[in-house]
């Protein structure tokens, strides 16, 4: 079970990457973590997006903060500090970051 | 948990090594261990004694310096990846002949092989990529 | 012995990462078992009648040769990366098993340990 960690904006193609091979064949207990400009796939102009994917997805609170997104996050993504992305690597067999 | 942490990207230039400070911290504050951190691509610069952040700026090189002082933490960089950029220790700025060594000494210059024994002796391993 | 995957994601010569990321995999060698998993961009390292060198880079791929000496010789690629760029296994350097993209996640998951560049 994978951490995947997205540092990227949805146009960019790690973010595309990752999205299309979540999508195909994440497993149950896969999860994303969007982290700096990953934090933009949060916003609620990605909701089509963001549907697609079967995982759980959570966004950095201080990333959301830096941006000013913190009003406009999808309800289906959790926001999270430091200390519980560090529990999310913990919970998870190994994380991987799309680059 | 035993954490190892890659940085792969330069401070103020991009994100990762602010990430990567906040991580630790937070490693450290739930009471795990950071095995090492290792520096690769332009994650070497972090490492750089030279950095004068403005004043209004956050202090990267502090926070490094910081961590390395009163947790111990273990900071190395890639000599490889180094070199290439313009990173030397002593002994390195004496070997090839150039006018200054510009390490922070809270770093050490090692080789890749302290990345991969990072890595499976962790527990976890983390990368903050550029 | 535990298990390295390495994935690469760089397309070559554009920045050194790519040539760094093959660095790693060799001295990977040298203390596990190692796997390399070229995704996205990444398969052009892979490509073959690279000519780097009026440009001035370092023609890395050559060492792609190496890898099986080195005893890394579980090479992937994805089916769809490939599709989509119009590629062929015959057009890259070295055999590459390509697996599918519905695939990739369980793939990885049987890792130990999984280094990304």
Known sequence: ?99 | MKFAIVVQGAPYSHEASLSALHFVKAVLDAGHEIYRVFFYHDGIYNASDLIVPPQDETDIRAEWLSLSETHKVELITCIASSLRRGLLNEAEAERYERTAANLNNAFEISGLGQLIDAGLAADRTVTFAA | MKRILFTQSRPPHGGINAQEGLDAILMGSAFAECAVLFQGDGVYQLLKHQQPERLGTKNFASTFGALADYGVDQIFCIDEDLAKRQLGTDELVIPTIPIKQNTMCAFISAFDLVLDF
Not at chain 1, 24 to 41: F, I, K, P
Not at chain 1, 56 to 67: C, F, N, S, V
């Open chain 1, 1 to 99: 079970m994978i951490l995947h960690t997205l540092n990227k904006p949805p146009r960019a193609p790690a973010a595309i990457a990752c999205l299309e091979v979540l999508t195909a064949s994440s497993e149950d207990r896969d999860s994303l973590l969007l982290l700096e400009d990953g934090v933009y796939m949060a916003d609620k102009s990605n909701k089509e997006l963001v549907r697609q994917v079967p995982t759980k997805i959570y966004a950095l609170d201080i990333d959301i903060e830096a941006r000013g997104l913190a009003h406009r996050v999808l309800p289906s993504i959790k926001v999270i500090s430091y200390a519980d992305f560090v529990q999310l690597v913990v919970e998870h067999k190994m994380t991987k970051a799309w680059i």
